[in-house]
Structures are given as structure tokens and as C-alpha cells.
């Protein structure tokens, strides 16, 4: 999850409103068995110093933003099982994290 906003998907200034590898895992998902998937990326956003978000040569929120939103409109039972993990988001200026 931290290579994410390096990726040239998120560089591209196309208007991108989904992040898009939940559908992709979400497809393959058979019983819940991307469950241990998904909440550990959950987790690794959770852990992307804010601080830095935003700041030059830093990179961009808008993934880890999309990444929450997707999982939040496809995905609520799990993201709100790892809500604790986003917990330092809240405390964000709102200039740092992007809404999409």
C-alpha cells in the first residue's frame, strides 16, 4: 500500500473515482476468504503518516482516500470492523486529505 500513490494510474490527471483493486479482489472472493486481504491493507493505510500527507515531494492522499471511500460504499460490514485502523485520519486538516 505505500508503493500505491507512486503507481502511474494515480500520477495520470483522468478523473479516477474508484480505487480499483477492490473490485478486482472482491471478484475473486469466495466466502469472506479476502477478508485477511483487505483488512490488512486497511491496516497498512492506517499506518501512512498523515503528518507528511500532502507536504512536497510527499505522496498524494487521493489513493489511500479512494481506497477508503470504494471500501466503504463496497465493503461496509469489513471496513467498519477496521474502522480503529483509520482513527488518525480524523485529526487531519482537510486540506491534506483529499475528498474525492
Not at 479516477?16 to 469466495?30: C, E, G, M, N, R
Not at 466503504?72 to 485502523?85: D, N, Q, R, T, W
Amino acid at each position: 500500500m505505500e508503493k500505491v500513490p507512486q503507481l502511474e494510474y494515480f500520477q495520470s490527471n483522468t478523473a479516477i473515482y474508484q480505487f480499483p483493486f477492490i473490485d478486482a479482489i472482491l471478484s475473486v472472493s469466495k466466502d469472506n476468504d479476502m477478508d485477511p486481504l483487505i483488512a490488512a491493507m486497511i491496516s497498512l493505510v492506517g499506518r501512512v503518516d498523515v503528518g507528511r500527507m500532502g507536504a512536497r515531494g510527499e505522496a498524494s492522499s487521493r489513493p489511500y482516500t479512494l481506497f477508503i471511500t470504494t471500501l466503504a460504499e463496497k465493503y461496509p460490514e469489513l471496513m467498519v470492523k477496521h474502522i480503529s485502523y483509520l482513527v488518525p485520519f480524523l485529526g487531519v486538516d482537510v486540506s491534506c486529505v483529499e475528498y474525492v
